[in-house]
């Protein structure tokens, strides 16, 4: 029999305690690990039930106990979350912070950047926003995912000022994803910026691509009225008119509805299609009377009514719209009084022009005293007229009505001309009708008269050459009583000197108007003309002529003495 020291050695039962404790701590910490892995899916299933306050209190005790690695990474990221669904930001923000700190490679880094993009938006710091939202898209793998957050980068950079940046961005979400949950907002955003920026083209094709994949959206309904006006900024009325007919008003809410009715009465109007824009008005009145546009609306049909000659229709809508006491109550006032005028209500017209003439800081206060003006100069009250005038001008510097009506400035400045001319101040009157002309953007036709005008001033000082000048331009673009224009153009050129000129102007009324009243004086004229260049035979002639075509003419005798001579 072999000896064996181990028999009598204490070893073995020491090794089989030994073990037995291993084992028995290995099984502790065994139940230990299973309760830590079942208290964190039961804060997992909190969480996901919507009971974050139960989830939260879960997780950060046991994320202070100490969670296994495994389960840590996603306690400390679940734990986060649940104070931002609990608005608790600050604290929300320490724990995604913990988490980068000891996870700096973690699998969560895409929605923990997203996450505190959204805390940074949420809180205004659009700077930051942009930087973690910008590390999300960076760590992005799917198109979705990169949609989603290309948009919150273009977001951001709106909220932050940077508009170019913010197109960018929004444009590239939608390179990346045209079905992804913000793409919609993302389409809207883009082609908001770009019609902004005046890229209307380019706008117009987002909306149209907006209508094609969100056809029943909001969104949709934005994009058709976008896109109306854009047609409207492009000048292309005919197609607005067509794209309103083609829409399903009723499908709209009531500001959509009324915003392309209003499109569609501006549309009509800027082509000249008077009763289209007649009929549109009616109806917005008629189906949106408390609209922020109805009173203008109702001003502008009124003017319609008028220049169409439906006079006891104007009459009856500005007396309606000076009745809803708004701001465009005083405009309607004054074309109440207007209407009144042409309507030979004079009595009520000028009582009405008064009450606009004494509105304060109103545009048409200046309007008002220029009607009293008018009224008093035909009633030959020409100091009262003047008085009137120069209160318009003294007005003027306050509300610099001048600078938005040119036609008032110059016939303002004519009708002055006109009561220093009757107060035989043709100095002056010289003055004003030189002013007048003067104004820019002002029609011809006006420019002409007061050009008219200003030679008659000039005729009456004596400055015949001047006023001959005047008559002269006048005379060449008039298309009616040219015998008028061409018998003063004779005797100013007459009277300066201009004896071939004045001859020639004679003889257009002697040649092409002979039933014009200034006939007889024309072949006068043409006469002593010729006498004042001692061309006595052509005066003999002309003499002779006026006799015996004008025999009953007044200055006859006046012939026969010259011809005595």
């Known amino acids: ?65 100490g969670f296994s690695t495994a389960t840590r990474e996603e306690a400390i990221y ?13 604290e929300a923000r320490e724990q995604f912070y913990l988490f980068l700190r000891e996870y700096p490679y973690s699998r969560y880094l895409l929605p923990v950047s997203q996450r505190l993009g959204e805390l940074d938006f949420q809180s205004r710091n659009f700077e930051q926003a942009i930087t ?22 273009g977001e951001s950079y709106l909220a932050f000022g940077d508009s170019t940046n913010a197109l960018k961005y929004s444009l590239l979400s939608t390179e990346f994803s045209a079905s992804s949950l913000v793409a919609e ?40 009225i976008k896109n109306v006006e854009i047609l409207f900024a492009q000048g292309k009325f005919t197609k607005v008119l067509e794209v309103i007919d083609a829409t399903d008003i009723d499908s709209l809410s009531i500001d959509e509805q009324a915003h392309l009715s209003y499109a569609g009465i501006q ?69 109440l009084a207007s209407t009144l005028k042409f309507n030979g209500k004079n009595e009520e017209s000028r009582s009405l022009f008064e009450q606009v003439s004494k509105e304060q800081n109103s545009p048409f206060q200046s309007y008002g005293l220029f ?32 600078k938005n009506d040119s036609v008032l400035y110059a016939q303002c400045s004519r009708l002055l001309g006109a009561v220093y001319y009757t107060q035989e101040r043709y100095n002056d009157a010289r003055k004003m009708f030189t002013v007048a002309r003067s104004v820019k953007g002002i029609p011809d036709t006006l420019r002409s008269e007061i050009l008219w005008n200003e030679g008659w001033a000039m005729y009456k000082l004596g400055k015949f050459s001047g006023a001959a000048q005047c008559f002269e331009t006048v005379a060449g673009k008039s ?20 004896f071939d000129k004045a001859k020639v102007y004679y003889s257009q009324i002697t040649e092409q108007h002979k039933t014009s009243a200034y006939y007889a004086e024309a072949i006068s004229g043409y006469g002593w003309c010729a006498f004042a260049q001692r061309d006595y035979y052509e005066a003999e002639k002309a003499f002779e002529k006026l006799i015996l075509e004008q025999p009953n003419s007044s200055i006859v005798q006046e012939a026969y003495l010259r011809l005595g001579d």
């Open 371 to 402: 009607e009293q003006s008018l009224l008093s100069f035909s009633e030959r009250r020409y100091a009262e007229a003047e008085l009137f005038l120069q209160k318009i001008f003294s007005l003027d510097s306050l509300n610099s009505v001048f």
């Open 267 to 335: 549309s009509a109007l800027a082509l000249k299609n008077y009763h289209k824009t007649i009929f549109l008005s009616e109806q917005f009145l008629q189906r949106f009377p408390e609209h922020k546009k109805t009173g203008e609306v109702r001003l502008m049909l009124g003017r319609l009514y008028f220049q169409e000659k439906r006079i006891f229709e104007a009459e009856e809508i500005f007396r309606d719209a000076v009745g809803k006491k708004d701001e465009h109550s005083s405009a309607a006032l004054y074309h």
């Open 1 to 65: 029999m072999r000896f064996s020291l181990f028999h009598f050695s204490p070893f073995p039962k020491i090794l089989t305690g030994l073990f037995f404790t291993v084992g028995f701590i290995s099984f502790v910490f065994s139940l230990n690990a299973e309760e830590k892995n079942a208290r964190f899916e039961s804060a997992k299933e909190l969480y996901h039930k919507g009971n974050y306050y139960e989830a939260h209190h879960l997780l950060e005790k046991e994320i202070h106990q």
């Open 479 to 498: 298309t009616n009583q040219r015998d008028v224009y061409f018998f003063w153009t004779g005797e100013a050129c007459y009277r300066a000197g201009n």
């Open 185 to 224: 907002k993302a389409f809207v955003l883009s082609a908001g910026l770009l019609y902004a920026n005046g890229k209307i083209g380019e706008a117009s094709i987002l909306y149209d691509t907006l209508l094609v994949l969100f056809p029943g959206s909001p969104s949709a309904k934005i994009a058709r």
């Open 132 to 153: 973690w939202y910008k590390n999300a898209l960076d760590k992005s793998s799917s198109d979705e995912t990169s949609a989603i957050t290309s948009f919150n980068v």
């Open 78 to 90: 679940l734990n986060a979350e649940c104070l931002v669904k609990l608005n608790r930001d600050k």
